[in-house]
């Protein structure tokens, strides 16, 4: 069965950055799509970003609004995929979660904890 754990959130003031962190376990290196979800206060969740560890030349999805500001990367010996969130504005505050699953388009089959990201002074 594959768990995720996120890790690297925390506080941080407007205009910083921060790299979360969504480290798969309970794969059989397989290709495997990680997703990046955030939920912001009183919120519905939302899609943040996502891309594929063990794929060669995997593609990388974004959110519209995300504009340049997110950047997804991976680490295959890890099975881990990073988010780097550079120009953080309090509307980023949110919970972010990760999300697992075999394809694009595909039933999510796995869900970390989340971790919070509260951007503020």
């Known amino acids: 069965q594959v768990q995720v754990v996120e890790s690297g959130g925390g506080l941080v003031q407007p205009g910083g950055s921060l790299r979360l962190s969504c480290t798969a376990s309970?794969?059989?290196?397989?290709?495997?799509?990680l997703n990046w979800f955030r939920r912001p206060p009183g919120k519905e969740r939302e899609f943040v970003a996502a891309?594929?560890?063990?794929?060669?030349?995997?593609?990388?999805y974004y959110a519209p609004w995300v504009k340049g500001r997110f950047t997804v990367s991976k680490d295959d010996a890890k099975n881990t995929v990073y988010l780097q969130m550079n120009d953080l504005q309090p509307g980023d505050t949110a919970v972010y979660y990760c999300a697992g699953q075999r394809r694009i388009g595909g039933e999510f089959e796995t869900w970390g904890q989340g971790t919070q990201v509260t951007v503020g002074s």
């Open positions: 309970g794969l059989a290196f397989t290709s495997y799509y």
């Open positions: 891309t594929a560890i063990h794929l060669p030349r995997s593609n990388e």
